[in-house]
């Protein structure tokens, strides 16, 4: 069986072109969230393959439950993956869109651990300086892990910055016992 994300990328792609030629980004990629959330729940979830529905109900129920930020060409997406079976893909879908959307706004989304809580002076300290090292507007998610010791670990796609006491004392662990 073909991965999730080759299967949902053409379908997110296509969703991409149609929002930006509407300049409806950001209400298309809140409606699919939305959608994907939906489609999610272990209520709702039962119902996507079931033969009771037809795609058409199932499309329409989708479409009210992503709200307002859907035009009728979304609404003519969400009944084309009725349509293919693939309501069950739109929390891919949702995710590749968003992804598209950061790349086409150049907004990088940063994950930083730390191990105390960040002062608002620190974390805009850290915001200027990746957003000077990346050339892109940066989003951060901060979170607190205590197991660090000291220091923080910064992600950012592919790209990890460690520096943490935890991987410090690590390194020179591993250096001594080799």
């Known amino acids: 069986m073909a991965d999730r994300l080759t299967i949902a990328r053409p379908y997110a792609k296509a969703a991409f072109a149609a929002a930006r030629a509407d300049s409806r980004l950001t209400p298309w990629s809140e409606a699919l969230s939305a959608a994907a959330q939906a489609v999610t729940d272990a209520r709702v979830k039962p119902l996507i393959g079931s033969p009771k529905f037809t795609a058409a109900q199932l499309a329409q129920f989708v479409s009210e439950i992503a709200g307002a930020g859907l035009d009728d060409n979304g609404k ?23 992804q598209l959307k950061d790349e086409a706004e150049g907004t990088v989304d940063v994950h930083v651990t730390s191990a ?35 220091g923080a670990l910064v992600r950012a796609g592919d790209l990890v910055i460690d520096g943490s006491l935890k991987s410090r004392l690590e390194r020179m662990a591993y250096e001594l016992t080799a």
């Not at 809580?117 to 850290?126: D, F, T």
């Not at 915001?127 to 892990?145: C, P, Q, W």
């Open 116 to 150: 105390a809580p960040m002062a608002a002076s620190e974390q805009s300290a850290l915001v200027a300086s990746l957003e000077k090292r990346f050339g892109r507007k940066v989003r951060v998610h901060a979170e607190v892990d205590a197991s660090l010791i000291a």
């Open 76 to 98: 003519r997406f969400i009944g084309m993956l009725a349509d293919n079976k693939r309501l069950g893909y739109l929390p891919e879908i949702s995710r590749l869109f968003d």
